[in-house]
């Protein structure tokens, strides 16, 4: 009786060792591990984290939303500096032009075909134009030389606009559209000669200050034409932009119409 009683004891402990071993050994560490022990340090820097994460995201967008701002800002403000900068010579540009008084007026004329030409047909383009006379020795045809030799340095410049060169006569007693057709023949192959009635021309000569005065006849009844003696540049608006004399050579005339043309600001 007493063996039994040993016996079944032993089977006891040795069921309640087994189920402690089962019970420990059948959950990994990681199952085991709950919230309570992680200590609170740990717990505190994961959340420490996540709020310097966003944080850094929140700063960030702000950092590039504010040099977005401040891009734009600076882009807005420089456009409308510039385009205040413009209206000002603009402006200034006018009542230059409008002081000066040249060219403000409008003419109506033969050309060399025999065709009615006025001033709106040379509009929105640039212009040299001369005044002389067919029967000039010597200061006429050097001047139109020189002006057809400048227009065609400028046609070489493909960046540049062609410029008509024009020619409009102080003797319209003797220069007529036949006479004027040969002239022409000489020069530039897009000079225009000009010519009308002695008014006309008078009308035309005035507007840009011209003066003109012919001499005494000879036996041959030849005269001589006193007159100004300048090449006028004139804008695509049909304005008085500068004006060349004699003292002025080839490529000066060239490099100052070229200037003028890329500053040129539409009025």
């Known amino acids: 009786m007493l063996a039994l009683r040993c016996i079944l004891g032993d089977l006891r402990g040795r069921g309640r060792l087994l189920r402690t071993f089962v019970s420990s050994s059948s959950l990994s560490p990681a199952v085991r591990l709950t919230r309570r022990d992680v200590g609170p340090q740990q717990v ?24 977005l701002l401040l891009g734009g800002g600076i882009v807005a403000v420089w456009w409308y500096v510039s385009w205040e900068k413009q209206q000002k010579l603009r402006r200034q540009r006018v009542e230059q032009l409008r002081q000066v008084a ?38 006429c045809p050097d001047e139109l030389d020189k002006l057809s030799a400048v227009v065609a340095s400028l046609d070489r410049d493909k960046s540049l606009p062609p410029v008509q060169p024009l020619f ?18 000489d020069f530039h192959p897009r000079l225009i000669g000009l010519t009308g009635t ?49 003292m002025k050579n080839q490529e000066q005339i060239a490099e100052s119409v070229k200037n003028r043309i890329n500053s040129y600001i539409k009025i």
């Open 44 to 67: 505190r820097f994961t959340s420490q984290g996540r709020d310097s994460a966003s944080a850094a995201k929140l700063k960030l967008r702000t950092r590039l939303l504010v040099t």
């Open 102 to 139: 040249l060219g403000q007026g409008t003419f109506s004329l033969l050309d060399h075909h025999g065709r009615r030409r006025t001033k709106q047909d040379f509009l929105g383009s640039w212009v040299l134009l001369y005044f002389g006379f067919t029967h000039c020795p010597d200061i």
């Open 168 to 185: 409009i006569t102080v003797d319209p007693e003797r220069d007529d559209v036949a006479a004027l057709a040969r002239y022409v023949q």
């Open 198 to 246: 002695p008014e006309e021309v008078k009308h035309a000569g005035r507007d840009y200050r011209v003066y003109a005065s012919a001499g005494p006849k000879d036996e041959d009844g030849d005269y001589i034409v006193d007159h100004t003696i300048l090449i006028y540049l004139i804008s695509p608006d049909g304005l008085f932009v500068d004006y060349y004399n004699r």
